[in-house]
């Protein structure tokens, strides 16, 4: 997944892979810390940010952890902090355990912008730019249902818990399934920490278990290509049907081949745009919206094609 634009954006300072200059000369510097640097929707989202934070004058560092861990981020969070940034956009990999080094740049005059996920501590950030992960969760679990014909077992498979979207999204598609559609058994979540080889032979292990397995959901996208690649091994590929968070380009492929059937997208560009002007307002001390929800699209083979629709899918 490591294109050009995550490649540079590593340099932080040229980004020609992402249209040309991360910022213009002004004296104003905001940083943004993605949960993970190599992940579609994380570029997407840089890519976004970096090509507001040029039209806006600004410069914009961006930094990313290597995966998906608390112990990763929050080292690149403090060295942040020891720059003084007028401006941080960032998606904590966690809810709690990085609110220390939040709360720390934060009271060293740093505008806090959280951008896709949260922490629970409401007194961080100034503004909370996110798809509503809740309503996503429940547009996956009527999808999954309708192509289960609403009877059979099925299951969950996510990051880790304590990560706020996909939490949200988790119970968002259990609550519908169990107020909507008790036809369908849910079996307990399993987690793969965000690694699609724990995903992979996690789906094996259950359909191991349970042969009758009818349907999954996918947290997100590394998910997503753990199960694909489970499905196709134990050959049960458009068999056991898929609803899946996200729409990078290795998902679009498993939505083309039959191998997953729904992908609830959301609009990363927006988000990174929208970071960039909340930090901004609020470093100019111009009106800041606290929370701002983005757009989501469900995509299936029969709408994939429609520019709309199109617009939805991830730059890797
Ligand atoms: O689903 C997105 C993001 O919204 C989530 O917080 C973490 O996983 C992704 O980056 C996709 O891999």
């Not at 976004?48 to 930094?63: D, I, P, Y």
């Not at 060295?79 to 003084?84: D, K």
Request: proline share 4%; aromatic share 4%; charged share 15%.
């Amino acid at each position: 997944f490591a294109g050009l634009c995550a490649v540079l954006a590593l340099t932080a300072a040229t980004t020609a892979g992402c249209g040309g200059g991360s910022g213009g000369s002004g004296s104003t510097s905001l940083d943004l810390i993605t949960g993970v640097k190599s992940d579609p929707f994380y570029i997407t989202m840089t890519c976004a940010a970096q090509q507001e934070a040029k039209k806006r004058g600004v410069h914009l560092t961006v930094n990313g952890s290597a995966q998906w861990d608390v112990a990763v981020q929050r080292p690149i969070i403090d060295s942040v902090a020891a720059t003084h940034p007028g401006g941080l956009l960032i998606s904590p990999v966690d809810t709690a355990a990085l609110t220390p080094s939040l709360q720390q740049i934060q009271s060293a005059g740093t505008k806090v912008v959280l951008v896709d996920t949260e922490v629970t501590d409401t007194s961080i950030g100034v503004s909370r730019i996110s798809s509503d992960n809740e309503a996503g969760g429940r547009t996956a679990a009527k999808s999954l249902a309708q192509l289960m014909g609403d009877k059979g077992s099925a299951i969950v498979i996510s990051v880790k818990p304590g990560v706020s979207t996909t939490d949200a999204r988790i119970k968002g598609f259990t609550e519908e399934m169990r107020d909507n559609h008790p036809g369908i058994t849910l079996l307990p979540v399993l987690y793969d920490n965000d690694l699609p080889a724990t995903a992979a032979s996690q789906i094996q292990s259950t359909l191991a278990a349970h042969p009758d397995l009818g349907g999954v959901f996918a947290g997100n996208t590394n998910t997503a290509q753990g199960i694909s690649t489970g499905l196709q091994a134990a050959g049960k590929q458009g068999k056991v049907k898929v609803a899946a968070f996200d729409a990078e380009p290795d998902e679009i492929t498993a939505l083309t081949n039959g191998t997953l059937d729904v992908l609830v997208a959301q609009d990363p560009g927006a988000i990174g745009r929208q970071g960039v002007d909340q930090a901004l307002a609020a470093i100019d001390k111009k009106k800041v919206t606290a929370h701002i929800g983005t757009d989501m699209v469900a995509i299936t083979k029969a709408n994939m094609d429609r520019p709309e629709v199109k617009k939805f899918f991830y730059q890797a």
